[in-house]
């Protein structure tokens, strides 16, 4: 049974770090490419950034280019986005999620597996 698992969100001042993690099992976690989306109240589901299976290529929205950093270690089946100078903006329920495709795509579509969440708050 494929699983994702998030942590480490939580309450940070803006300008502030957080790492989240995103434990998978259940499949061959290698072979997948690995995403972040974020979703705040009221708002439609954001793509944040894809790492490929190897971990050789990532790619981030705009917004968070030179801030947020994904990496995964495939021996431990786990990924990480570290998120760095939050901002109030970044605030949301931020997912990740596994596509059965080495290669990523920013389209929600393109992944099949998706975690529970973890919510970040960023106070100003």
């Known amino acids: 049974q494929v699983q994702l698992t998030e942590s480490g969100g939580g309450l940070v001042q803006a300008g502030g770090s957080l790492r989240l993690s995103c434990a998978a099992s259940?499949?061959?976690?290698?072979?997948?490419?690995m995403a972040w989306f974020r979703q705040a109240p009221g708002k439609e589901r954001e793509f944040v950034g894809y790492?490929?299976?190897?971990?050789?290529?990532?790619y981030y929205v705009d917004s968070v280019k030179g801030r947020f950093t994904i990496a995964r270690d495939n021996a431990k089946n786990t990924m990480y986005l570290q998120m760095n100078s939050l901002k109030p903006e970044d605030a949301a329920l931020y997912y990740c999620?596994?596509?059965?495709?080495?290669?990523?795509?920013?389209?929600?579509?393109?992944?099949?597996?998706w975690g529970q969440g973890t919510q970040v708050t960023v106070s100003s």
């Open positions: 999620a596994a596509s059965k495709r080495s290669i990523g795509t920013s389209s929600h579509r393109s992944y099949e597996y």
């Open positions: 259940g499949w061959t976690f290698s072979g997948s490419a």
């Open positions: 790492i490929t299976g190897s971990g050789g290529y990532t």
